[in-house]
């Protein structure tokens, strides 16, 4: 079993940055595909980032130049560093990760339980 575990979201104002982190644990042998996703009210789930074993980054159009991805593959962990927050950026962040699990060499993919982002005008 693997577990995303998201912290770093809150309220900030527009134009503020915020941190997203993202920590995996469990039976992970390797994890292929680390990002975010998000959703606001009343619309779908979108993606935000993410960022595939040996490939760049991927980034949504909506958040290019304002938001970076990083990964620390020994901590098995992911972050999103949020700058000039905009009032359309407040969503809930989503984690969201490929991951072989130890011992069977399955992919699976796992979702974190959300943080809220909140950007005040």
């Known amino acids: 079993q693997v577990q995303l575990a998201e912290s770093g979201g809150g309220l900030v104002q527009a134009g503020g940055s915020l941190r997203l982190s993202c920590v995996a644990s469990?039976?992970?042998?390797?994890?292929?595909?680390m990002g975010w996703y998000r959703q606001a009210p009343g619309k779908q789930r979108e993606l935000v980032a993410n960022m595939v074993s040996g490939q760049s980054a991927n980034y949504a159009d909506s958040v290019k130049g304002r938001f970076t991805i990083s990964r620390d593959n020994a901590k098995n962990t992911v972050y999103l560093d949020m700058n000039s927050l905009k009032p359309e950026d407040t969503a809930v962040y989503y984690c969201?990760?490929?991951?072989?699990?130890?011992?069977?060499?399955?992919?699976?993919?796992?979702w974190g339980q959300g943080t809220l982002v909140t950007v005040s005008s």
């Open positions: 469990g039976d992970i042998l390797d994890i292929n595909a």
């Open positions: 969201n990760a490929d991951v072989i699990i130890l011992y069977t060499s399955r992919f699976v993919e796992v």
